[in-house]
């Protein structure tokens, strides 16, 4: 098949380079990736977002990249992209006209909009995939959440126009089904991770004077760093380790580092938090493999990569039983999952995991064989063409994709 993604912002370029990628870039390199491999003919749509990108550029990994000129050739931040969405369509339109693909999937809301602005009337199926929806980050940032007033209209709309939306989990398609959008035409794909790097060390636990337990990921305040922290308080002789953030350089400037650095003072636990910074990437898995448990306990989470990580490496999570974690973390077999906003369950999980070496073993066990069987991207890709190839031959009717 001839497949085109759109992806407005998010360049599957930066994933392949390794520089500043979030989730949407990798995902997007990952499927572009996979299908190349499995025969199809791959087109990202991405914004020129800087003058010196050629037009089209051929990938080592098999896709091809073709950078849209929609908006100024230069760095816009997601939330100001929506005035040229419209532009970003024609575009599409144009080169759509002479050489349509059989389909289109669209990555977040807005390359939705330039996705079916650039299919009218061409009979070629779009498909949506949100990544995170604006109803629940309106929900859980009220007057903080700076993305577009429009947003949550459009992504209602988005939903039941699609030919069909592909949803990351299963509480965003519980989320789908209150925007009107009829269940037959949601599946459900997950995001998967790399694992050849994120797997457990060959040697097993190394002995520690005193356990440790890691939090990592982007620090804002919605990410629950500060729960972790309180926590930390009823877990007598615990070290936490703090990944994410601005370099130490900065953290003087930095509010929610002083934040959380004040939370940590006052919950009387300074002397057991450790800030490390950003960690590269590339380091991750050997930091994961350092430590007895991670705690990821944000307030809302669209998908949540860091406890499937974490499993994978062997590593038993704590995790707000919120969103996505609702099918990566199955609660006491490969993790456990305690209510969002409460250091005190985060801090009776933490203790109870630390107590029981036995059962942690056979958790981190159980978190590395779910963490391979479920979230493998080559199985993945093929779990998105299957939806692809439903849509083809009957646009509107698609049921199903893997168990959550
Ligand atoms: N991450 C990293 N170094 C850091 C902090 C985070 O490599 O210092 C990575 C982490 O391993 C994970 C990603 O950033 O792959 C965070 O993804 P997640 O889905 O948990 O959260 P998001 O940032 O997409 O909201």
Excluded at 254 to 274: I, K, N, Y
């Amino acid at each position: 098949m001839r497949i085109d993604l759109v992806s407005e912002h998010a360049s599957p370029l930066a994933a392949l380079g390794g520089v500043d990628a979030g989730g949407q870039n990798v995902h997007v390199a990952e499927l572009a990736g996979g299908l190349a491999r499995r025969g199809h003919d791959v087109v990202v749509h991405t914004r020129r977002d800087d003058t010196s990108l050629p037009q089209v550029v051929r990938t080592s990994a098999g896709f091809t990249v073709e950078h849209v000129p929609a908006g100024p050739p230069t760095h816009v931040p997601k939330d100001h992209l929506l005035p040229y969405m419209e532009e970003f369509g024609r575009q599409l339109a144009k080169r759509w006209a002479h050489d349509p693909p059989d389909l289109v999937h669209a990555h977040f809301w807005m390359s939705g909009l330039a996705a079916q602005r650039g299919a009218a009337g061409s009979g070629v199926p779009v498909l949506q995939t949100f990544h995170a929806l604006g109803r629940v980050k309106r929900r859980h940032q009220g007057a903080e959440d700076t993305s577009p007033p429009e947003r949550i209209d459009v992504e209602a709309d988005l939903a039941r126009s699609a030919d069909a939306v592909i949803a990351t989990c299963s509480d965003e398609v519980a989320e789908l089904a209150e925007m009107g959008l009829p269940p037959e035409r949601a599946a459900v794909v997950p995001c998967g991770i790399d694992l050849a790097r994120f797997r457990p060390d060959p040697r097993g636990v190394p002995v520690r004077a005193r356990p440790r337990v890691l939090c990592i990921g982007r620090l804002v305040e919605r990410k629950g760093v500060d729960i972790a922290i309180r926590a930390l308080a009823d877990v007598p002789d615990a070290e936490l380790l703090i990944a994410g953030g601005p370099p130490p350089a900065q953290w003087s400037s930095d509010p929610e580092v002083a934040r959380l650095e004040a939370v940590a003072l006052e919950a009387g636990v300074a002397d057991r938090t450790r800030f490390l910074g950003q960690v590269e990437h590339d380091r991750a898995p050997q930091l994961y493999r350092s430590v007895d448990v991670v705690v990821s306990v944000p307030w809302y989470e669209p998908f949540g990569t860091v406890p499937v990580e974490a499993m994978a490496c062997g590593v038993p999570p704590v995790v707000s039983a919120v969103g996505g974690h609702l099918d990566t973390v199955i609660d006491g077999c490969t993790g456990l999952r305690v209510p969002p906003h409460d250091p005190a369950a985060v801090a009776e999980a933490v203790r109870e995991l630390l107590a029981r070496p036995r059962w942690r073993q056979e958790m981190s066990e159980a978190g590395v064989e779910w963490a391979r069987s479920r979230y493998d991207w080559n199985k993945l890709v093929q779990e998105t063409e299957v939806v692809y190839r439903q849509v083809v031959a009957a646009p509107t009717v698609v049921s199903g994709g893997g168990a959550p």
